[in-house]
């Protein structure tokens, strides 16, 4: 894996036949008690608070562009919808991603696929593959009706894209998937949430929709990624969103890629 271009708000590396650019959507801070089977002393926390940077994936190749997850867009906390920025600086537009692939359907993942105005942010992704199990919690979100009709069910084994493979990684949400690129990178989308949960995997996260399923898939797929050798990317994984990972014992660390 190589580093061919970093700047403030992407960095993206090349496997291949196929490169990887993370997008920051930007930072944010969530409350402590976020984390559930841990107390975090208060150096780990930034005003009591914990660091949330929100990520999304463009996975691009000769056959197109991937997007994977579309960021908060203006429908979360201040300080987060800056995909189109990351886009730009990265040398992409909006116009130019072909399909869309959403790791799971919470806010702060499918709300940019709609622009501020109501309209489709991505106006050429004629595709938009959502999990069948999340497919109607999809629709029930109203901001959402301008991309129902581009809408694609998603199951493991899919590929989205050539060289990009869906596997499921249920438990944060009940059709949480990760996105294998080229057999040898792993986006993981919400996996992990704080590095916390590196070091001591048991940890869940208040929002995980059935925690004891979310903490079995982030073990299975820890052990998974070392056996194989993967490298790993991450929606909220410390900067840059894509590294490396280490086991020592029952705990593991996140070694982000240098240039
Ligand atoms: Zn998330």
Not at 128 to 137: K, Q
């Amino acid at each position: 894996m190589r580093v061919v271009r970093e700047t403030e708000l992407s960095l993206t590396v090349e496997l291949g036949e196929l490169s990887v650019t993370m997008l920051l959507d930007g930072e944010t801070t969530m409350g402590a008690d976020c984390l559930r089977g841990v107390e975090l002393g208060p150096d780990a926390l930034v005003e009591g608070r914990l660091p949330l940077p929100v990520r999304a994936f463009l996975v691009q190749g000769q056959q197109g562009k991937l997007l994977i997850d579309a960021g908060a867009g203006n429908a979360w906390h201040k300080g987060l919808g800056r995909l189109g920025g990351a886009l730009a600086e990265a040398g992409s537009g909006p116009q130019e991603v072909d399909v869309v692939a959403l790791t799971h359907t919470h806010i702060d993942h499918m709300s940019g696929l709609v622009d501020g105005d109501g309209g489709l942010a991505f106006p050429n992704a004629h595709r938009v593959l959502v999990a069948t199990e999340e497919l109607m919690a999809f629709r029930a979100e109203p901001r959402m009706i301008p991309v129902l009709p581009r809408l694609v069910p998603l199951e493991q084994g899919d590929g989205p894209l050539p060289g990009v493979v869906a596997v499921n990684a249920p438990g944060h949400s009940p059709g949480h998937m990760a996105f294998l690129v080229e057999g040898r990178l792993l986006i993981w989308g919400d996996l992990v949430h704080h590095t916390v949960q590196l070091a001591r995997p048991e940890v869940t996260w208040k929002f995980d929709e059935d925690e004891a399923l979310a903490r079995e898939t982030r073990a299975r797929l820890f052990d998974r990624v070392v056996g194989e050798g993967w490298l790993v990317a991450g929606a909220h994984l410390p900067h840059p969103g894509i590294g490396r990972l280490e086991r020592a014992g029952d705990a593991y660390a996140f070694h982000p890629v240098t240039r």
